[in-house]
């Protein structure tokens, strides 16, 4: 991992926390085996309330993903596309846990494609979670899947491969 991209997004979680009114420690480190190649921002929940931690992942993690958003969005921002990187902004397990609940939909769908050999259609999904949910599933030879619909109705589809 890039230190300099790591020591960028890691001042700039921080300052956008401190101009937030949160007073919180980030700490950038590698990402997990189980997630795609990104600097992970961690928010150092230790010091945060309850109550903190519930606003800043909001519901479904909207918070989260929107910091996320704005965290890769602003750090990429005039940067050469070779230099660019994407950023994981973290906070209290939120994505491991997310990502293990994304994986029992992925193959729940998985299985209903193949017993019933229709469209699975996933619904209420973020562009990042169809994102996951594409990558845990094109290790199965014999389903693809797809994007339907524009957002914010936008749907990922699971399908059985035709023969």
């Not at 997990?32 to 909001?58: K, N, Y």
């Not at 989260?64 to 940067?79: C, K, P, W």
């Not at 990558?135 to 491969?161: C, N």
Request: hydrophobic share 40%; net charge negative.
């Amino acid at each position: 991992m890039d230190t300099a991209r790591q020591q960028r997004g890691q001042q700039w979680l921080q300052e956008f926390l401190n101009l937030s009114g949160i007073s919180a420690p980030v700490q950038a480190v590698e990402s997990p085996a189980f997630w795609e190649d990104s600097c992970w921002l961690v928010i150092d929940e230790t010091v945060l309330s309850p109550e903190q931690i519930h606003q800043l992942i909001g519901p479904d993690g909207h918070v989260l993903d929107s910091i996320q958003y704005l965290a890769n969005a602003t750090l990429n921002l005039g940067v050469p596309p070779e230099q660019q990187g994407a950023f994981t902004v973290d906070l209290a397990g939120y994505r491991e846990r997310r990502y293990a609940e994304l994986k029992a939909i992925a193959e729940k769908a998985a299985t209903e494609a193949r017993s019933t050999a229709q469209e699975v259609e996933l619904k209420s999904l973020s562009a990042a979670e169809r994102r996951q949910i594409h990558t845990i599933l094109k290790e199965h030879a014999d389903l693809e899947t797809y994007s339907r619909g524009q957002e914010p109705d936008r749907r990922l589809v699971v399908r059985l491969l035709e023969a």
